[in-house]
């Protein structure tokens, strides 16, 4: 009985692992958006952006779709007005910067499905 526990409990492994791999990738890219944005948008769920003019990114899906940012972000955001510093991530940087955003996005954008962990 104790072998067949044991069994189980080894074969769920891989699966529990691929489970906490999209939270670990969504928990980078809310690091990277606090690093690298927060200083003028609301990155969060809520509250407000500390510059009036930049939106708060729970609202993004409002003006485009969220994915839509993947290229922009692996190439290099470039905005009109000269505050925002052109950045560009690695691949997988974009997927986690992807999935955060998505998982703020407001509660009316809550159906939008998530990328998968893998942009390649």
Do not use: W
């Not at 928990?27 to 969060?44: D, K, W, Y």
């Not at 609202?59 to 470039?78: D, S, T």
């Amino acid at each position: 009985m104790r072998a067949a526990v044991l069994a189980l409990a080894l074969l769920s492994l891989p699966a529990l692992a691929a489970a906490a791999e999209p939270d670990a990738s969504r928990e980078r890219g809310r690091t990277l958006v606090q690093r690298h944005c927060a200083g003028c948008h609301a990155v969060g769920p809520q509250g407000r952006s500390p510059n009036p003019a930049a939106p708060p990114f729970r609202e993004l899906h409002k003006r485009y779709p969220v994915e839509n940012l993947a290229e922009a972000l692996a190439e290099g955001i470039i905005v009109g007005h000269p505050a925002m510093p052109e950045m560009r991530f690695p691949p997988a940087d974009v997927n986690a910067v992807i999935r955060y955003l998505k998982s703020v996005q407001a509660k009316q954008a809550a159906s939008l499905e998530l990328p998968p962990d893998d942009l390649r």
